[in-house]
């Protein structure tokens, strides 16, 4: 990679998104896309450095800034998409609420269903389906942490004014993006033998542990991908927190 940074950006950001996407036999629904970005009537938007394209024509910079991060298909088709900027911010407001932003990052859902091993009559989760979220753990560990954090602040301005017209009037993208690092790292690692069960109908399998299943959407979706594959991810949003000068999670 060139510049690992905004690869950091794109996906990290949306990891909660995703990392989840398994197929049919989805544990819940997903939310609606998020809604058209404009400005509120009357209010000036905040100048931007000299080197930022406006808002509403940055895509083609961020196209640009991209196109030497991966190889990988699911990402370029990703930066077909219109309106890059908006969509993260919106995806970044989604994951610190602990929302699931689905339809945004569609690209990278990874093949095949979510997998089930039943066992004495009980209903468990398939290891073996983990290794369906190997290879994005695996662009994600290679991503340069301190690369990231000056992508993130070359795009900070656009990214602040991608949240001011979705109506964040008090939290940046620097406090939204940390507020989401901190919803995903405090997903809990499960081992094996996670025990499940039919949920109501429409919705499919959910976690038999209460606790499990009482936990947000966006840190499901983390849980998801495996022991390994989620410290992998963790490890990484800690490192990029760190390198802007912030230490979330544990």
Not at 20 to 40: C, E, N, Q, T, V
Not at 101 to 107: D, H, L, Q, V
Not at 191 to 214: M, Q, R, S, T
Not at 224 to 246: E, F, I
């Amino acid at each position: 990679m060139k510049n690992p940074g905004l690869m950091i950006v794109l996906l990290l950001l949306a990891a909660g998104a995703a990392l989840g996407l398994f197929g049919a036999r989805a544990f819940l629904k997903a939310p609606p896309p998020a809604p058209g970005i404009s400005s509120a009537p009357g209010e000036a938007a905040p100048a931007l450095p000299a080197n930022l394209p406006p808002l509403d024509r940055s895509d083609d910079f961020v196209r640009l800034r991209a196109s030497g991060l991966s190889a990988a298909p699911a990402f370029a088709e990703w930066l077909k998409q219109e309106s890059l900027i908006p969509r993260l911010a919106a995806a970044m407001s989604m994951i610190a609420n602990g929302k699931f932003p689905r339809e945004t990052f569609a690209a990278f859902a990874p093949r095949g269903k979510f997998a089930v091993v039943k066992k004495g009559g009980k209903t468990f989760v398939d290891p073996a389906g983990y290794a369906r979220y190997d290879a994005f753990a695996a662009l994600v560990s290679g991503v340069d942490a301190v690369a990231a954090a000056k992508l993130f602040e070359e795009l900070e301005p656009l990214l602040d004014l991608a949240h001011r017209e979705l109506g964040e009037k008090t939290a940046g993208a620097r406090a939204t993006f940390l507020a989401a690092a901190a919803e995903l790292l405090e997903a809990p690692r499960l081992e094996d033998g996670v025990l499940l069960k039919e949920g109501k109908k429409g919705i499919g399998w959910v976690y038999a542990d209460e606790e499990l299943e009482n936990r947000s959407l966006a840190q499901k979706q983390l849980m998801r991908m495996g022991p390994k594959n989620q410290s992998a991810v963790q490890a990484k949003l800690r490192a990029v927190t760190l390198a802007l000068g912030n230490s979330v999670g544990r």
